[in-house]
């Protein structure tokens, strides 16, 4: 029943910006930190974000440092990215996952325990 679903992906313009979705169901989202990666075909799959449980202490990597914003609604079982000021290299697919509270934010894939399946952000001129 545990299911993590992506959304928001799509095309935009260098210096456009979208906002990505992370829809929670088969757990209570307030007892996890959710942390965004992001990966590129034949390359790692990095970490964009990451907030944990209360939200009150955000992480994010330093190529979208300024640009991207992480959030969280634990009453709805959900999480955002806003990604404002897109490069082309930003263009990849996005995930969310979580990691259980106690241990709050990670910055490696193998941190996390619960994944959703991606959504594609394309930047292109």
């Known amino acids: 029943q545990l299911q993590l679903v992506e959304s928001g992906g799509g095309l935009a313009q260098p210096g456009g910006s979208l906002r990505l979705s992370c829809a929670v169901s088969g757990l209570i989202l307030e007892h996890y930190a959710i942390g965004w990666f992001r990966q590129v075909p034949g390359q790692y799959r990095e970490i964009v974000s990451c907030?944990?449980?209360?939200?009150?202490?955000?992480n994010y990597a330093d190529s979208v440092k300024g640009r991207f914003t992480v959030s969280r609604d634990n009453p709805k079982n959900t999480a955002a990215l806003q990604m404002n000021n897109l490069k082309p290299e930003d263009t990849a697919v996005y995930y969310c996952?979580?990691?259980?509270?106690?241990?709050?934010?990670?910055?490696?894939?193998?941190?996390?325990?619960?994944w959703g399946q991606g959504t594609q952000v394309t930047v292109s001129s």
């Open positions: 996952a979580t990691r259980l509270r106690h241990l709050g934010c990670g910055w490696f894939e193998y941190d996390f325990d619960h």
């Open positions: 907030i944990d449980s209360t939200g009150s202490i955000t």
